[in-house]
């Protein structure tokens, strides 16, 4: 398949500083890749050069950016696209996606020349704020290719009716009590409970064993983790405060049911459960001084 055709030159030999050219020609009779080597032999040596015909690669018509829709905070939407193989090959790719999206489904596609494949990304964030990511596909033969991803988060739209409940005056060993309701105006369903901490990180802080031994390191050293941790200098010192009181010796359970709202004057029932789409929970705060 290949040819050697040398160029019209004066003799086999070569002056100092001068030089030989010769053309290859390439002729292929199937559509895979080919290889050969051109060897070359003068009184200085034998000099090998490799020469390499590669086919037409499977490739996927990608597009720039994928938007995913907008997402309930700690839930996920998604988005489909269509992708096209636009070359005369079959296209294998391998995809993967930072955090927090994700494929949904099998993370490898292919593509026989000429047809579609639907691709699903998946959005499911941790916290309210604009998201940027990235889906990279790298294909069997090495190429990769990056596509941009983008999506928003917003808070679930759940209200107490009140931000405050005062409670009667009541005697000690005595109870007062009232209600409270929460409204879930979304169409999901959302698991709720009472907790002490006013954050997850403030629950993770918590609850991991391997805090219990940053206090053993300098002030400093603390110092700059909780600032990595969170901007916010309150709940910073109080992250403090609960790494000084983590108890490795406790259960799972029992590290568990710290995060749960405690007090040995007011409780909350129900503690836990679901909020159904588009209805309104009721829940009874209990007063019982001591």
């Known amino acids: 398949n290949f040819i050697r055709q040398r160029v019209k030159s004066h003799g086999k030999k070569?002056?100092?500083?001068?030089?030989?050219s010769f053309l290859v020609r390439f002729h292929a009779t199937q559509?895979?890749?080919?290889?050969?080597?051109?060897?070359?032999?003068?009184?200085?040596?034998r000099l090998v050069v490799p020469v390499i015909a590669l086919t037409a690669r499977g490739m996927l018509d990608w597009p720039d950016s994928?938007?995913?829709?907008?997402?309930?905070?700690?839930?996920?939407?998604?988005?489909?696209?269509?992708?096209?193989?636009?070359?005369e090959q079959t296209a294998v790719a391998n995809l993967s996606c930072s955090s927090p999206f994700?494929?949904?489904?099998?993370?490898?596609?292919?593509?026989?020349?000429?047809?579609?494949?639907?691709?699903?990304?998946?959005?499911?964030?941790?916290?309210k704020q604009s998201y940027s990511g990235s889906l990279s596909i790298v294909y069997t033969s090495g190429e990769e290719v990056t596509v941009?991803?983008?999506?928003?988060?917003?808070?679930a739209p759940i209200r107490l009716d009140h931000t405050s409940a005062r409670l009667e005056?009541?005697?000690?060993?005595?109870?007062?009590s009232r209600k409270l309701f929460i409204h879930n105006w979304s169409s999901n369903r959302i698991p709720y409970s009472w907790k002490k901490?006013?954050?997850?990180?403030?629950?993770?802080?918590?609850?991991?064993?391997?805090?219990?031994?940053?206090?053993r390191k300098d002030d400093a050293e603390v110092e700059a983790l909780l600032e990595l941790l969170s901007p916010n200098p309150s709940e910073r010192e109080e992250m403090a405060r609960l790494l000084r009181t983590v108890d490795n010796q406790k259960t799972e359970e029992q590290?568990?049911?710290?995060?749960?709202?405690?007090?040995?004057?007011?409780?909350?029932?129900?503690?836990?459960?679901?909020?159904?789409?588009n209805q309104m929970a009721e829940f009874t705060v209990t007063f019982s001084p001591q």
């Open 14 to 20: 070569a002056a100092p500083g001068m030089a030989i």
């Open 31 to 45: 559509s895979v890749d080919y290889q050969a080597k051109i060897i070359v032999q003068s009184s200085a040596g």
């Open 66 to 87: 994928i938007t995913v829709p907008e997402s309930i905070v700690k839930f996920s939407s998604l988005r489909t696209i269509t992708i096209t193989n636009i070359t």
């Open 102 to 127: 994700s494929v949904a489904g099998n993370t490898t596609v292919t593509a026989e020349a000429g047809t579609c494949v639907d691709v699903t990304v998946q959005f499911q964030p941790k916290v």
């Open 148 to 155: 941009a991803l983008y999506g928003n988060a917003v808070e």
């Open 169 to 176: 005056k009541t005697y000690i060993g005595k109870t007062s």
């Open 197 to 215: 901490n006013s954050s997850e990180l403030l629950d993770a802080v918590d609850t991991t064993e391997e805090f219990g031994l940053v206090f």
């Open 255 to 277: 590290r568990r049911a710290r995060h749960l709202f405690d007090d040995n004057c007011f409780k909350i029932e129900p503690m836990l459960g679901e909020l159904w789409p």
